[in-house]
């Protein structure tokens, strides 16, 4: 027994990719509370970074900037990474019963046993630390904007028990990020950042609908809502409303942004994507579910790359470097 509570390094979760990093190298003390945090599965640390790095851009194209500050791309990284493994945490800590009940997550750390509770809130305090420390190396109209989100990050897990949506406060936690680098860069949040934040809400919203018909059937047996059951053999219309809606949202911040060519193909990359999602979802699918949320980190990248392009295109036009 360590002094956290784990047994060991435990055996991989169901779910997680075989032969990821965690269960590879990692030390065997410290993979229970790598798997805890998600580690094995960095998808959602993308999902969470994403959102800011776009709003970063975003700003730098409205301020003029040649690219996105390279600090503030930094620390979005630590943080999305730290308060992903603390929201990750926490959900366990709060589901640890319920994931005992459904096969694709019973082999959690918590349910079977690798790490007990006391050792997940320690694990838990040094992630919201490392998360702190990030956030006040920030402006403090975005130190603000951050801790506003607390609430929701915090309640979260729970929605699942009262809502047949908790996909719409997951996307409001998941997309505050696209506050945040404008926040960052203006110390204030004008309509472009905002349209952005509300199509990000779309998106999350929408891949996290896909995401949860893997589990659609243990969560009807358990009785906790989400999407995947509200919506079932409609979530194809789902997705073209949520992802429809997404797009047009982000091309309206694009233009209240001054965004130019590069930016436009970004976001044409990007809805290709979604696009794609939709025709290819089979809701009876669990590893094609999981493949398509999974895309969502490249659709992402596409439009952030388009947003940087663009930036720094339209910083050589005024400069006259072309």
């Known amino acids: 027994m360590t002094a956290w509570g784990s047994?060991?390094?435990?055996?991989?979760?169901?779910?997680?990719?075989?032969?990821?990093?965690?269960d590879r190298f990692a030390p065997s003390p410290l993979?229970?509370?790598?798997?805890?945090?998600?580690?094995?599965?960095?998808?959602?640390?993308?999902?969470?970074?994403?959102?800011?790095?776009?709003?970063?851009?975003?700003?730098?194209?409205?301020?003029?900037?040649?690219?996105?500050?390279?600090?503030?791309?930094?620390?979005?990284?630590?943080?999305?990474?730290?308060?992903?493994?603390?929201?990750?945490?926490?959900?366990?800590?709060?589901?640890?019963?319920?994931?005992?009940q459904v096969a694709r997550t019973r082999s959690r750390p918590l349910p079977s046993g690798q790490v007990s509770v006391a050792g997940a809130f320690v694990f838990l305090a040094l992630q919201l630390l490392v998360g702190l420390a990030v956030l006040l190396s920030l402006p403090r109209f975005a130190i603000v904007t951050g801790v506003?989100?607390?609430?929701?990050?915090?309640?979260?897990?729970?929605?699942?028990?009262?809502t047949s949506v908790p996909q719409l406060v997951l996307g409001i936690a998941f997309s505050w990020g696209a506050l945040m680098g404008w926040a960052s860069v203006f110390r204030s949040i004008e309509d472009p950042a905002l349209l952005l934040f509300a199509g990000a809400v779309c998106w999350v919203f929408g891949y996290d609908t896909i995401y949860a018909h893997q589990d659609r059937e243990d969560d009807a047996m358990v009785g906790i809502?989400?999407?995947?059951?509200?919506?079932?053999?409609?979530?194809?219309?789902?997705?073209?409303?949520?992802?429809?809606?997404?797009?047009a949202l982000f091309a309206g911040a694009l233009v209240l942004a001054g965004a130019g060519l590069f930016s436009a193909l970004g976001l044409g990359g990007f809805a290709f994507m979604l696009y794609r999602q939709i025709r290819q979802l089979d809701?009876?699918?669990?590893?094609?579910?999981?493949?398509?949320?999974?895309?969502?980190?490249?659709?992402?990248?596409?439009?952030?790359?388009?947003?940087?392009?663009?930036?720094?295109?339209?910083?050589?036009?005024?400069?006259?470097?072309?």
């Open 148 to 162: 506003a989100s607390m609430g929701v990050v915090a309640i979260y897990p729970l929605m699942k028990r009262i």
């Open 225 to 247: 809502g989400s999407t995947a059951l509200l919506f079932g053999k409609n979530s194809r219309l789902a997705l073209v409303a949520v992802y429809s809606a997404c797009v």
């Open 31 to 100: 993979r229970p509370y790598l798997r805890l945090a998600r580690a094995d599965r960095p998808i959602g640390s993308w999902l969470l970074l994403l959102p800011c790095w776009w709003s970063t851009a975003l700003a730098a194209i409205a301020a003029g900037q040649a690219y996105p500050d390279p600090v503030l791309l930094a620390l979005f990284a630590i943080g999305a990474v730290a308060m992903r493994g603390a929201g990750c945490t926490w959900n366990d800590i709060l589901d640890r019963k319920i994931d005992s």
């Open 283 to 322: 809701i009876d699918d669990p590893a094609g579910c999981l493949r398509l949320f999974k895309s969502n980190r490249d659709a992402g990248l596409i439009l952030f790359l388009g947003l940087a392009a663009d930036a720094l295109l339209q910083h050589a036009v005024a400069t006259g470097m072309i």
């Open 7 to 22: 047994e060991g390094a435990g055996a991989p979760v169901a779910d997680a990719g075989r032969g990821n990093w965690v």
